[in-house]
């Protein structure tokens, strides 16, 4: 075990998931390897009103200071945007002991473009329809592409969250493809079994079973069956 993960935040919808995945991995003591799409940075401003600078980053761009007078962690959030907001999203009862290491996506002399470079795996979260089709089809044109490559060919565990509907043939083909060469395909598709009282309990139902797949321990939902 290296603690090492890799997480990708690519523009599909759904932001919220790879922020949230990145502080329960950071609670959970990972150390993260992060890139960020341009067009994930588009997607973030937004659904969660976090303007991110990928030429200079810092992680306080994601995971902000919360705001213990915060509306919106008193429940009082007035519109979507409130309710959706990066602070909201967060749980200040998870303390960070990771760390991030951020790499710009266009940087293939990152440790990550390496299959020499050890990692515990990789999660792209969410994954766009494109960023599917050209790590199905090994294109590499960027080091999201480049590290998932990496991931199939050393047979490491290498995670999609896509977010989109409904799906056309190309896109199942692709993902088709993708689960025969060893990924897991784990759709952002929340279940409800777990009875969720809010859209942060649908969330970490997804950030939850991502963690299963990557042997992180967690107590994001009550499982099934654990009541019986
Ligand atoms: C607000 C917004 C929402 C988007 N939602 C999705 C989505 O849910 N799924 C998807 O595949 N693409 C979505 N896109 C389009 C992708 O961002 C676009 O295809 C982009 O080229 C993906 O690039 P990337 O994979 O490098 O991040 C969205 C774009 C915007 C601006």
Not at 58 to 86: F, K, Y
Request: proline share 4%.
């Amino acid at each position: 075990m290296s603690s090492n993960v890799v997480l990708a935040i690519t523009g599909a919808s759904g932001a919220a998931y790879g922020v949230r995945l990145l502080q329960v991995l950071l609670a959970a003591g990972r150390r993260v390897h992060l890139v960020i799409s341009p067009s994930a940075a588009t997607v973030i401003q937004h659904e969660l009103g976090q303007k991110i600078d990928l030429e200079n980053f810092s992680v306080d761009q994601l995971l902000p200071q919360i705001d213990e007078e915060d509306s919106r962690l008193q429940g009082t959030a007035e519109s979507w945007n409130d309710e959706m907001a990066i602070s909201s999203v967060l749980d200040d009862a998870v303390t960070p002991r990771g760390r991030v290491v951020f790499h710009n996506h266009g940087n293939f002399m990152a440790g990550i473009a390496s299959g020499s470079f050890r990692t515990d795996g990789m999660v792209i979260c969410p994954c766009s329809m494109g960023t599917l089709a050209a790590v199905a089809h090994g294109l590499s044109t960027n080091l999201i592409q480049r590290a998932a490559d990496v991931h199939l060919k050393e047979r490491r565990k290498l995670i999609l969250v896509p977010r989109e509907t409904p799906l056309g043939s190309i896109q199942l083909e692709n993902m088709k493809r993708l689960a025969d060469a060893g990924a897991v395909i784990l759709p952002a598709m929340p279940g409800f079994y777990h009875e969720p009282k809010s859209i942060h309990d649908l969330i970490d139902f997804v950030v939850g079973r991502i963690c299963d797949q990557l042997g992180v321990k967690h107590d994001l939902f009550r499982r099934w069956g654990s009541n019986n």
